[in-house]
């Protein structure tokens, strides 16, 4: 597949695609404070069909009955496409239970497990390699003889990660439970105790040891916080089954986190057979019905993860904000069903620039010269209340008075108008004094024009339109905005000069928004003048 990452993706991954095994049901579920009973389970199986896995572990059949009808109802359920397994271990009591529940799917698997780490063989399980080896090998034979030719058989060599010292031992378990009918060979790192690489390595010597036809797994658990690299590197090195979990639960800091895992082999040009765009969807269901609170920095999928607050980082942000690859962000919210991708929050540190980009998202029309007049008003405001991050109040109140209700000599308080329109009659306030004045003209704005001569204020109108308003804010009791671009005149016949200034007005009554444009963008020209 020609992809623009190709570089990045090693040969040995370019003939597979990713099998996303999902245990959330399994390890997920064990490790809840409150487990899920049947009904909710049956939620997150659904959710897990429309993330689109290709496996699912639903459960340990054998480790209770409530858990055994959980299975059974779960596998009756399952598409034909998908891999439904249950745990066992490598007791015949437990397979057979998971057997009697798994029967029932159309791609039933069975999936025991037996430690193989010289410390947990010794300490935990208290047996000898040999005799290990032998329930293995038994188990995988108790296995094929139930499910006669169906299904699928997996073995998990538990602690694996902890195999570096005996790795000949464990190799000669896998290829003496492939013989007796395994097709999956699973590699936990049951205790992420190492650094990734070291993992890598030992799963980069099982798929050079083992027959090609044999599936290698990868179980990782995120001790350290690298679960995630563990798998994606375990990917490169031949393991394609993938061990993940929703949100990433599971025991301790929890499982591989599926999403992180689906959206790093995406980047990395991957053909990834998940419905990526379920994944925010999904992230924030299952915090509600874990009830396991998402962290805000949580990679993909946290409340946080799009804010951008420095300067530096929202310029970038802002002028890549429509290209598929952002400045600051690893990818785009909606190839995860997320709507937002970079939200600029102002800061005492966020420049122009920010304060353009959050005041169009909030629907309101700014230039970026508007933007900058703002942004010191919005900086003393953050930094003298206390407030750090404004909200989106703040700066539409600031809006409003910096940019709605200039300050300045001239007030508009009132018009009205001869009954054909043909002269206006102003109620202003001149230098804090109430005063009528009034004009004849083409409309209000230039009767307005020619009223303010009056008081010897000359100006020329350079433009004019309305701008619909695509925001719905209670502060606002408008549809319509007028935007009008002035400059000064030094006297009644003299010619237009000096800066060009943008006005705008806002009224329910669209005459009255003209003239208030018109009144901003006069108080904006005669500002730190002496008048
Ligand atoms: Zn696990």
Known sequence: ???PNASVTPASAQSRRPFFYDVTLRDGNQALRQPWNLEEKERVFAQLLKLGVQGIEIGFAGASDMDFAACEYLAKKAPDDVVISSLARAVPRDIE?????VKHAPNPRIHTFITTSMHNM??????????????????????RKLMGGRGSIQFSAEHFGD????????????????EAG?????????????????????????????????????????????????????YFAGATQLECALNGLGERAGNTNIYEVACALHNCGENVPLHLDAIYESALLVSEWAQVPLYEKAPLVGLDVVAHRSGIHQDGAAKTKGLEKGAYRAINGSLIGRKESDRLAFTSQSGKSAVFEIVRDLGLPITMEEAATLQPRLKTLSESNGKGELSDADIVMAYEKEILQVSGPLEFRDLSMSSHEEEFFFDIGWRGEAMK?????????????????????????????????????????????????????????EPASGPV??????DTDTIKANVRALFNGMNLLLRGEKT
């Open 163 to 178: 195999c570096g010292d005996n790795m000949d031992f464990v190799i000669d378990v896998f290829r003496s439970v492939i």
């Open 437 to 493: 004045i009034s004009g004849a003209g083409t409309g209000p704005i230039d009767a307005c024009m020619k009223a303010v001569e009056k008081l010897g204020l000359y100006f020329h109108l350079v433009g004019y339109r309305q701008i619909a308003l695509n925001v719905d804010r209670a502060e606002f009791a408008a549809d319509a905005v007028t935007e009008i671009k002035i400059q000064k005149r030094a006297g009644k016949d």
């Open 122 to 143: 010794e300490h935990v399980l208290r047996m000898p390699p040999e005799e290990v080896k032998r329930r293995a090998v038994d188990s995988v034979a108790l296995i």
């Open 1 to 3: 597949m020609a992809s």
């Open 97 to 101: 239970r998971a057997w009697e529940a």
């Open 182 to 234: 395994a097709t999956v060979i699973n590699l936990p790192n049951t205790v992420e105790r190492y650094r990734p690489q070291l993992f890598v390595d030992l799963v980069a010597k099982v798929v050079a040891a083992l027959p090609r036809h044999v599936t290698i797994a990868v179980h990782t658990h995120n001790d350290l916080g690298m679960a995630t690299a563990t798998t994606v590197e375990s």
């Open 501 to 506: 200034i943008l006005g705008r007005g806002m």
